[in-house]
């Protein structure tokens, strides 16, 4: 594998682990909260339609990814209704909002476009475009160097510098913050946050409310960003793998992000090589596709050692009287 080959591996790692990595940051904060939510898959889902739908109508690739977030907040709102305030069991909750959407986004495609569940194509301005960083070019013929910077960091869309950049601010405002101290004590011991007279609804409502932001955000860069419209059931499994590199990182911000980057790396690396032969014999393109999947079977078995969800997740709070 030649120099070239490998940073463009790492080029669409970083793209294809943008979704994964908005995902896995929206699930850390609400399950540090308490709130498990399987429910990521159907937030993308809806977002990722919303914004496609929305930004093939007006021609603004910023009002489809508001529409996107939109679409997001009300199903993590229902996930909210149905977890905290009636106390109902948030693993139905969230496989409930995956059906929903997986069923809401064809009808409805179908009834507004009449393309099979489809949206139109994007261009132009209803899409995000690359950015090409300061002195991507002239910097590109330093060795080494020269190429990572102009062909990996440089030429990503604005989402996937986001993405980057709220790794460290997720890492402060969980670790270094007033509220997140007391979002993370809500997930361990909610029955002391609330004797200290802070509130553990609005604090499980927020994380909820921030997890349907970041999931709206990785939908619309499904749609808008690292395709160029909607198809059916484009997640492809993404929400569900963002939960497993979240339990591989032990629900901690930066150990996720080594975790989606890996991902990431497997599903570019298995579109690339889609006709390998290995010891004489080729290995199947199925197989090459399914290396992500694979992965996630393999850390839900226990490959990534012991991970111990926080010790309040799943279960609602009944205040004492």
Avoid at 21 to 30: I, K, P, Q
Avoid at 35 to 45: A, R, S, T, V
Wanted: glycine share 12%.
């Amino acid at each position: 594998m030649d120099l070239l080959t490998l940073l463009q591996l790492f080029d669409s790692s970083l793209r294809l682990s943008t979704p994964l990595l908005l995902a896995c940051l929206a699930g850390l904060f609400s399950e540090r909260a308490g709130i498990f939510d399987i429910g990521l898959e159907g937030k993308m889902l809806a977002s990722a339609f919303m914004s496609a739908a929305i930004a093939s109508y007006t021609g603004s690739v910023w009002i489809g990814l508001l529409a996107g977030i939109g679409a997001s907040l009300v199903l993590a709102l229902v996930h909210g209704v149905a977890s905290i305030t009636f106390r109902g069991n948030q693993l139905i909750s969230g496989v409930a909002i995956n059906f929903l959407a997986s069923g809401l986004t064809v009808v409805i495609g179908e009834a507004w476009f009449a393309l099979g569940g489809r949206t139109p194509q994007l261009e132009g301005a209803s899409r995000f475009h690359e950015l090409m960083l300061p002195l991507a070019d002239p910097l590109r013929g330093i060795p080494l160097l020269g190429p990572i910077y102009s062909d990996v960091i440089s030429g990503h869309t604005i989402i996937v510098y986001l993405s980057l950049a709220m790794v460290p601010l997720s890492w402060w405002v969980l670790f270094r913050t007033r509220f997140g101290l007391r979002l993370r004590a809500v997930g361990e011991n909610p029955a002391a946050v609330d004797t200290a007279g802070v509130s553990v609804v609005g604090l499980r409502y927020a994380a909820v409310l921030i997890c349907g932001v970041l999931c709206g955000i990785a939908g619309a860069y499904l749609a808008t960003a690292l395709s160029a419209g909607f198809v059916k059931e484009m997640s492809a499994g993404r929400g569900f793998i963002a939960l497993a590199a979240l339990i591989f990182a032990k629900w901690r911000p930066w150990h996720a992000m080594g975790a989606c980057l890996l991902f990431g790396f497997l599903e570019a690396f298995g579109n690339r090589y889609q006709s390998l032969e290995l010891f004489g014999a080729d290995v199947p393109v199925q197989l090459m596709q399914a290396l992500p999947y694979i992965l996630v079977v393999l850390i839900l078995a226990g490959l990534g050692g012991k991970a111990i969800p926080p010790r309040a997740g799943g279960e609602p709070y009944v205040k004492e009287r």
